[in-house]
């Protein structure tokens, strides 16, 4: 059986996307949204290599899940989150 895609490019798929830059703008609108709305659960569907759980659990006050088809992009999220 091949490899599917997203587990195959879940090792590179943090240095395609400039995620520091792409949350320090978005960070705004995700305190409004959090402040307006105060979450107690947060899914996460789609959550690829964890950057928005990341940005999220630093918001805190909710319990974060993360949710992806590719058993790798969840490796790499729960590395991201573990090292947090």
Avoid: N
Wanted: with cysteine; charged share 25%.
């Amino acid at each position: 059986m091949e490899e599917p895609f997203y587990d195959h490019v879940a090792q590179f798929y943090d240095r395609m996307i400039p995620w520091e830059k792409r949350l320090a703008g978005e960070r705004p609108a995700f305190e409004a949204l959090w402040e307006r709305w105060r979450p107690a659960r947060v899914l996460d569907a789609a959550c690829g290599t964890g950057a928005h759980l990341g940005l999220l659990a630093e918001l805190g006050g909710a319990e974060l899940t993360g949710s992806d088809a590719s058993a790798q992009m969840i490796v790499q999220a729960r590395a991201r989150l573990d090292s947090r």
